[in-house]
């Protein structure tokens, strides 16, 4: 168990890809901490985790508010003993997809507040308690780099969170801590379940691995990059999108160069 006594954060970790990121790491051996923001989902959570038995701790806030934030990462001492890994994997979307003229400054700053603000004020407070050999992951998205109609906000808090890996990387190697991203594509989540049929018919003709992925399949790039197989990579961000992002043209668009 390549995890085994380490202690390990994951905010957004309710449902969908940060309730597999935990799983994962519960299957390889470290205590958990499951972080969302209501905490009625984050009890559920535990619940359905602690089935797999180890060590799992409930850990609510809100990642809007700097003083929440900071009671989190003061509760992984008193609660595990300290903070190994930190997966910044908390996203919110407000109001789904609308276009530009009718994305207000409200829903701008609230986007920004969660997704890039929530990212630095974690990763700061947990730096304060993290030992050498640490490390920091963030989830960030194709959107980063590959614009996404009607998602503005969402996708440029997501080019936001790969410069801060970057600078944060460069920032923290001194004191021995890593810091990485992973960039999914097309998710199966529970938001779009119910039309997997559909969406996995389109998958299959847009993406070179023909099918979107599962949670399982980010996890695994974020265990990866948390192991000590990666000791040696930071202010890396790592493509998990079946090759949709290497792509020039979609195939609907080969016939017309």
Known sequence: MRFAGRRVLITGAARNIG??????????????????????????????????????????????????IESMIASMVVGLGGLDVLINNAAVQYQ???????????DWDAT????????FLCTAAAAKIMRPGSSVINVSSIGATKAHRRALAYDSTKGAIEAFTRAAALELAP???????????????????DRTDDLQDRHRAQIPLGRAATGADIAAAVSFLASPDADYITGHVLAVDGGLGIQARQPSEEANP
């Open 112 to 119: 920004f507040t969660v997704n890039a603000r929530g990212t």
């Open 175 to 193: 004191q021995g801590i890593r810091v990485n991203a992973v960039a999914p594509g097309a998710v199966i989540t529970d938001r779009n379940r």
């Open 19 to 68: 309730l597999d990121i935990a799983r994962r790491f519960l299957a390889e051996g470290a205590a958990v901490a499951v972080n969302d923001l209501d905490p009625d989902d984050v009890r559920a959570a535990v619940e359905n985790l602690a089935g797999d038995g180890g060590t799992v701790l409930a850990a609510p806030a809100d990642l809007a508010d700097p003083a929440a």
């Open 96 to 106: 789904g997809r609308v276009p530009f003229a009718e994305l207000s400054l409200a």
